[in-house]
């Protein structure tokens, strides 16, 4: 335990129920969530929804895609991914067990804790993938978890292949968020 630790307070689920506004909660340290995502990554995630959505309802009935859902690992550990892929479902208000994918998108704010805390948090929680959206240099990282730790994959974007549970298999374009055809 490190000395800032020893003299912190530790938060738990019941005081994250009452905080107002958004929040995360990892071991025990609070962080805000606010402002609200500004408007490109709000505009990229619905894009990465509708990608994962479409391709989902193509071949699994068993997997779903949510955007921000509190996922509680334990009493201590709330967080709140900008999109889960899960292949089971929810019996809760929140996702109580691991999803299959998980996708943060990269903003000043929360860069440093998306590429370490939550990084390693995912790992450590058995994420079979996670994908890391960096807006500001249009890139996209495909992490997958092999023998325990994550390997970034060589896949480009364009043509990446998922394996969720159950062996459903299915190719997207993840590109296609920064260029999105409109009708």
């Given at each position: 335990?490190?000395?800032?630790?020893?003299?912190?307070?530790?938060?738990?689920?019941?005081?994250?129920?009452?905080?107002?506004?958004?929040?995360?909660?990892?071991?025990?340290?609070?962080?805000?969530?606010?402002?609200?995502?500004?408007?490109?990554?709000?505009?990229?995630?619905?894009?990465?929804?509708?990608?994962?959505?479409?391709?989902?309802?193509?071949?699994?009935?068993k997997c779903e895609a949510y955007l921000p859902i509190d996922w509680?690992?334990?009493?201590?550990?709330?967080?709140?991914?900008?999109?889960?892929?899960?292949?089971?479902?929810?019996?809760?208000?929140?996702?109580?067990?691991?999803?299959?994918?998980?996708?943060?998108?990269?903003?000043?704010?929360?860069?440093?804790?998306?590429?370490?805390?939550?990084?390693?948090?995912?790992?450590?929680?058995?994420?079979?993938?996670?994908?890391?959206?960096?807006?500001?240099?249009?890139?996209?990282?495909?992490?997958?978890?092999?023998?325990?730790k994550y390997q970034l994959t060589n896949i480009p974007s364009a043509?990446?292949?998922?394996?969720?549970?159950?062996?459903?298999?299915?190719?997207?374009?993840?590109?296609?968020?920064?260029?999105?055809?409109?009708?």
């Amino acid at each position: 335990m490190s000395i800032a630790d020893k003299y912190r307070p530790q938060y738990k689920y019941e005081d994250y129920l009452v905080w107002e506004g958004r929040w995360e909660l990892i071991d025990g340290m609070p962080y805000a969530m606010s402002p609200a995502p500004a408007a490109d990554h709000q505009k990229i995630n619905g894009r990465l929804w509708s990608i994962f959505e479409n391709a989902l309802q193509a071949g699994c009935d068993k997997c779903e895609a949510y955007l921000p859902i509190d996922w509680k690992i334990n009493e201590n550990t709330v967080i709140q991914p900008d999109l889960v892929i899960v292949c089971s479902k929810l019996k809760k208000k929140y996702l109580d067990f691991t999803p299959s994918v998980t996708i943060e998108i990269l903003s000043p704010s929360t860069a440093l804790k998306d590429r370490h805390e939550k990084f390693e948090l995912y790992e450590q929680e058995g994420v079979q993938y996670y994908i890391i959206v960096d807006p500001q240099f249009k890139k996209i990282e495909i992490y997958q978890l092999k023998k325990g730790k994550y390997q970034l994959t060589n896949i480009p974007s364009a043509n990446a292949e998922f394996t969720l549970k159950g062996g459903y298999q299915f190719s997207i374009n993840l590109d296609s968020i920064w260029n999105p055809v409109r009708k």
